[in-house]
T-cell receptor
Framework: EPEVTQTPSHQVTQMGQEVILRCVPI?????FYWYRQILGQKVEFLVS????????KSEIFDDQFSVERPDGSNFTLKIRSTKLEDSAMYFC?????????????FGSGTQLSVL | GDSVTQMEGPVTLSEEAFLTINCTYTATGYPSLFWYVQYPGEGLQLLLK?????DKGSNKGFEATYRKETTSFHLEKGSVQVSDSAVYFCALGISGGYNKLIFGAGTRLAVHP
């Protein structure tokens, strides 16, 4: 069964450093997403991406965040200058269509720890 | 705004016990409702869904009914197994919202033999 792959599974960084979280969506999917979960809190939507541009973003997704599809297979989330409060599990997801959330496939997540 | 509230865990049960995990929601419009499951070391997997009031979603022995009058979508299973140990997330999908899901905080279930 096709799956969404995220690397690394764990990332530790120093406050103020830049981090890039990587995702390989399912190959024929066109819509890509990032969600995050701070420990003990809810899973939160960050951003959706289609046709090489952001289609929707949450208020969490400020200027410190950016997303990119640098080639035909990867989808990345960059945090330019990490803060302690960015520590969370980050989930990538993809879907073939833009509607019908039951067709959303999630990766296993990257646990980001900012020290 | 739209939100989901689910019961806090952990929930600890013996094998073959009955499971209920409560989930209530607040939403404008007509959302779809979902239960996702995360097994250790794996991603979020869709467990079941319901797209309109009174729909019942079911999968792997789990069931949940979309109750508009009580704004609830409680997850139930008649007889849990050790292999059901996981974190369960209730979520709502905003209609027209590009697969934007609003999640609850998750409920960890531990089933002992």
């Amino acid at each position: 069964e096709p799956e969404v792959t995220q690397t690394p599974s764990h990332q530790v960084t120093q406050m103020g450093q830049e981090v890039i979280l990587r995702c390989v969506p399912i190959s024929n999917h066109l819509y890509f997403y990032w969600y995050r979960q701070i420990l003990g809190q809810k899973v939160e939507f960050l951003v959706s991406f289609y046709n090489n541009e952001i289609s929707e973003k949450s208020e969490i997704f400020d200027d410190q965040f950016s997303v990119e599809r640098p080639d035909g297979s990867n989808f990345t989330l960059k945090i330019r200058s990490t803060k302690l409060e960015d520590s969370a599990m980050y989930f990538c997801a993809s879907s073939q269509g833009g509607q019908g959330a039951e067709k959303l496939f999630f990766g296993s997540g990257t646990q980001l720890s900012v020290l | 705004g739209d939100s989901v509230t689910q019961m806090e865990g952990p929930v600890t049960l013996s094998e073959e016990a009955f499971l209920t995990i409560n989930c209530t929601y607040t939403a404008t419009g007509y959302p779809s409702l979902f239960w996702y499951v995360q097994y250790p070391g794996e991603g979020l997997q869709l467990l079941l869904k319901a797209t309109k009031a009174d729909d019942k979603g079911s999968n792997k022995g789990f069931e949940a009914t979309y109750r508009k009058e009580t704004t609830s979508f409680h997850l139930e299973k008649g007889s849990v197994q050790v292999s059901d140990s996981a974190v369960y997330f209730c979520a709502l999908g905003i209609s027209g919202g590009y697969n934007k899901l609003i999640f609850g905080a998750g409920t960890r279930l531990a089933v002992h033999p």
